[in-house]
């Protein structure tokens, strides 16, 4: 009887190489999981690689651009710094983690297509999606993203409009501003908010009743730990020459 030997990572990655990406997924009881013998670092590796080299498809000034050249989409700075860091496991391991959704000028509802890369997903929008409805977007399936350093502590920014006050509020999953709304019926969670202290000169951690609010883009709620700290005060910390450890506030 032939003795059964493990297959190298070596050889996983070089059969990665020749077979299509979809074709190493089908584990789960969804079936859009990465197959457990492609569960391997030379594997990720490949796909980290594969993402960053994507990237090369959007210019210098932000701009996609079809591959039949006749469209292009003005990829908003948010979405594509937050593109350009790397790949979580779970964004690997799900064969789907990134969809685009639009409005159908039809019907009037907003639709979902799903997508193995977000650079895949920009040339649907470039092509199809961005043409019928100029706020189309991507959104994460798999991974919330922090608010973008420049904009850190800006968030919510509120507006005066009209006479009325409009708030917007950073979406991890959407990668962009967007205006939350309260979930209907009114529906309410206790959670950890930044308070200013007048005698302490800096934010204490308080817990605080809080409304229910989603994103109409993606339905991201206000629970979501990502969310909440994106969306308040960010504190530069300064500390003496030579202390190695932080006294906890």
Not at 147 to 168: A, L, M, Y
Not at 213 to 227: I, K, P, Q, W
Request: hydrophobic share 35%; proline share 6%.
């Amino acid at each position: 009887m032939a003795r059964k030997t493990k297959a190298s990572p070596r050889k996983i990655r070089g059969q990665a190489k020749k077979i299509r990406r979809s074709e190493m997924y089908g584990s789960g009881a969804s079936g859009h999981l990465l197959q457990g013998k492609y569960n391997t670092d030379p594997v990720y590796a490949w796909f980290q690689k594969h993402h960053v080299t994507s990237s090369k498809v959007v210019d210098d000034d932000g701009v996609y651009h079809s591959k039949s050249g006749k469209f292009e989409w003005k990829v908003p700075s948010s979405v594509l710094w937050c593109l350009h860091t790397p790949l979580t496991t779970n964004q690997m391991n799900n064969q789907y983690a990134w969809y685009v959704t639009w409005v159908s000028p039809r019907t009037g509802q907003r639709l979902r297509k799903y997508f193995m890369s977000p650079w895949v997903a920009m040339e649907f929008i470039a092509a199809k999606a961005g043409r019928v409805d100029p706020h189309a977007a991507i959104v994460s399936r798999s991974r919330p993203y922090y608010v973008i350093p420049k904009h850190r502590g800006r968030f919510p920014i509120r507006q005066q409009v009209g006479g009325r006050t409009i708030t917007w509020y950073w979406c991890p999953l959407c990668m962009q501003p967007r205006r939350f709304r309260a979930v209907r019926p009114l529906q309410e969670f206790f959670a950890v908010v930044k308070v200013w202290n007048e005698e302490k000169g800096h934010y204490v951690p308080k817990d605080r009743k809080l409304r229910l609010l989603h994103c109409e883009y993606c339905g991201c709620t206000n629970r979501d730990s990502v969310f909440r700290r994106s969306n308040q005060p960010w504190e530069v910390r300064k500390f003496k020459k030579g202390a190695r450890r932080a006294r906890r506030r």
